[in-house]
């Protein structure tokens, strides 16, 4: 089992910037591809970004648009999502996810974090 949890949510003005974390415990030697996703109130969940392990390949969401960096730290086990010039669109609830192959569907991973909140403020 691995066991995830985020952080670094909040409630931000638009046009500021954060940083999620997102670490991993347990049998994170199986861990391959992660990646993060994102639910708003009423919507369903969307792709955000995935990386793979030793974080040389990396890819987004449409919507993202150069606005957001995915990265890892193996040593720590931590997973970052640096989130800059935030809209008011991006409010939801930020999952990170881990798994085998990075994908861009949520049925690609086997393990989840509770989310963590972000809401922006216009």
């Known amino acids: 089992q691995v066991q995830l949890v985020e952080s670094g949510g909040g409630l931000v003005q638009a046009g500021a910037s954060l940083r999620l974390s997102c670490a991993a415990s347990?049998?994170?030697?199986?861990?391959?591809?992660m990646g993060w996703f994102r639910q708003a109130r009423g919507k369903e969940r969307e792709f955000v970004a995935a990386i793979n392990q030793i974080g040389g390949y990396t890819y987004y969401g449409d919507f993202v648009k150069g606005r957001f960096t995915i990265s890892r730290d193996n040593a720590k086990n931590t997973m970052y999502l640096q989130m800059n010039n935030l809209k008011p669109e991006d409010t939801a609830v930020y999952y990170c996810?881990?798994?085998?192959?990075?994908?861009?569907?949520?049925?690609?991973?086997?393990?989840w974090g509770q989310g963590t909140q972000v809401t922006v403020s216009s």
């Open positions: 347990g049998r994170t030697s199986s861990v391959y591809g």
């Open positions: 996810a881990a798994g085998g192959y990075p994908s861009s569907t949520p049925e690609g991973y086997d393990y």
